[in-house]
């Protein structure tokens, strides 16, 4: 599989925070840069205002 990017651009988030769940069983993956899910396929990317949750070895066949 490829990797896959999917960006959040916020602006002004101020004291809040970007969450990252996993749909098909509302799994949290990461709040702000703290990563919780144990799969190594997941990374946490912060430039700015741009959050992108960077996922290793994406399969368009397969759901998150």
């Known amino acids: ?9 916020v602006k002004n988030l101020g ?4 969450s990252w769940l996993r749909h098909s069983n509302i799994n949290l993956l990461s709040v702000g ?5 144990q799969d190594p396929r997941y990374q946490i990317l912060h430039n700015n205002d741009t959050w992108t949750l960077k996922v290793f070895y994406f399969n368009k066949l397969r759901s998150l």
């Open 33 to 37: 840069k703290f990563k919780y899910s």
């Open 15 to 18: 004291n809040n925070s970007i």
């Open 1 to 9: 599989g490829e990797n896959a990017f999917l960006e959040c651009i």
